[in-house]
Nanobody
Framework: QVQLVESGGGLVQAGGSLRLSCAASGSIFSFGTMGWYRQPPGKQRELVATITSVGSTYYADSVKGRFIISRDNAKNTVHLQMNSLKPEDTAVYYC??????????WGQGTQVTVSS
């Protein structure tokens, strides 16, 4: 059973930075593409960024130029460096694989709150 545990969220002022981490119970290289998703309060969950097993990345327009996704296949971790945070980045952040996301399987997530 795959387990993905997110951490690193918190309360930060607008303009600040946070680094989220995702620890996997298995080999993330075998998982293939990994992604970060978020669910703002009262809204649907949305894709934030993805990274393939060889490091190719995708970013949603809303975070492009501010967020950086990375992975360490040896340590089975995925990170999301979030800079220049805005109040609209407030959300619960989840890491997941696209396949698990499509199956509706999610972890606990980590709360990010950006104050203005």
């Amino acid at each position: 059973q795959v387990q993905l545990v997110e951490s690193g969220g918190g309360l930060v002022q607008a303009g600040g930075s946070l680094r989220l981490s995702c620890a996997a119970s298995g080999s993330i290289f075998s998982f293939g593409t990994m992604g970060w998703y978020r669910q703002p309060p009262g809204k649907q969950r949305e894709l934030v960024a993805t990274i393939t097993s060889v490091g190719s990345t995708y970013y949603a327009d809303s975070v492009k130029g501010r967020f950086i996704i990375s992975r360490d296949n040896a340590k089975n971790t995925v990170h999301l460096q979030m800079n220049s945070l805005k109040p609209e980045d407030t959300a619960v952040y989840y890491c997941n694989t696209p396949w698990r996301a499509a199956q509706g399987s999610w972890g606990q997530g980590t709360q990010v709150t950006v104050s203005s």
